[in-house]
């Protein structure tokens, strides 16, 4: 079991940031793939960015490309989101998740394990 701790919402006004932390605990391993997503009220829940823990290669959604950045520090086994230039509809619960399973990054069936959500609000 892994157990996925997010944290570092809150607030913004637009064009302002906030760094997401997702800390992993339990059964971890570098062969996980982590992953952003977000879900706004009344709409499915959809991908943001991942990363792999062994190489650190990482993929981007198109709509926050050169806004967000996905990282992990691997002492801390941990997962960040820096979100800059925070846009309106930005606002939604975000979840971090872990995957061991093969197939799309962006795949919500893909992930075996969800934090609790942290929830990003962003005003105009």
């Known amino acids: 079991q892994v157990q996925l701790v997010e944290s570092g919402g809150g607030l913004v006004q637009a064009g302002g940031s906030l760094r997401l932390s997702c800390a992993a605990s339990?059964?971890?391993?570098?062969?996980?793939?982590m992953g952003w997503f977000r879900q706004a009220p009344g709409k499915e829940r959809e991908f943001v960015a991942a990363?792999?823990?062994?190489?650190?290669?990482?993929v981007h959604a198109d709509s926050v490309k050169g806004r967000f950045t996905i990282s992990r520090d691997n002492a801390k086994n941990t997962v960040y989101l820096q979100m800059n230039s925070l846009k309106p509809e930005d606002t939604a619960v975000y979840y971090c998740?872990?995957?061991?399973?093969?197939?799309?990054?962006?795949?919500?069936?893909?992930?075996?394990?969800w934090g609790q959500g942290t929830q990003v609000t962003v005003s105009s």
């Open positions: 990363i792999r823990w062994s190489g650190g290669s990482t």
């Open positions: 998740a872990g995957s061991l399973k093969p197939g799309s990054v962006s795949d919500t069936s893909r992930y075996d394990y």
């Open positions: 339990g059964r971890t391993s570098s062969s996980y793939v």
